[in-house]
């Protein structure tokens, strides 16, 4: 919305799935011994999560290189990933110190590319 991409009521674009374009995937898969690990869920199915699982939470948005999208966000993609593992208590973080911020991101690959 802020961007100008979509134009309208937030409640309504959600209902009328007006994101999709930009948002391809779902949110989340398992973790194993594959990066996309094998299990099936969906709305249909429901799968209680036990501990020692460990899955994504990844949203991400890509913008195509359209004329209907302002040019300064046309052919970007984001995506940001954590991956958590179930635990006896609730949940942890693996990934929670990873940079998320756009400006920690480019000065981390400003940094490397000074290596």
Known sequence: MKLGILQGEVD???AENAHRPFFMHG???WLGL????????????????EPGMVLT???????APDADVPEAYRGIGVRIEDDIVITETGNE???AGVVKKA???????????QQ
Do not use: C, K
């Open 57 to 63: 939470v990844e949203p991400g948005l890509y913008i």
């Open 93 to 95: 973080n693996l990934t």
């Open 12 to 14: 309504q674009l959600i």
């Open 34 to 49: 594959d990066v996309h690990d094998v299990g099936v869920y969906g709305p249909d199915r429901s799968r209680t999560l």
């Open 103 to 113: 400006d920690d991101i480019e000065a981390l690959m400003a940094a490397a590319r």
């Open 27 to 29: 949110l989340s898969h």
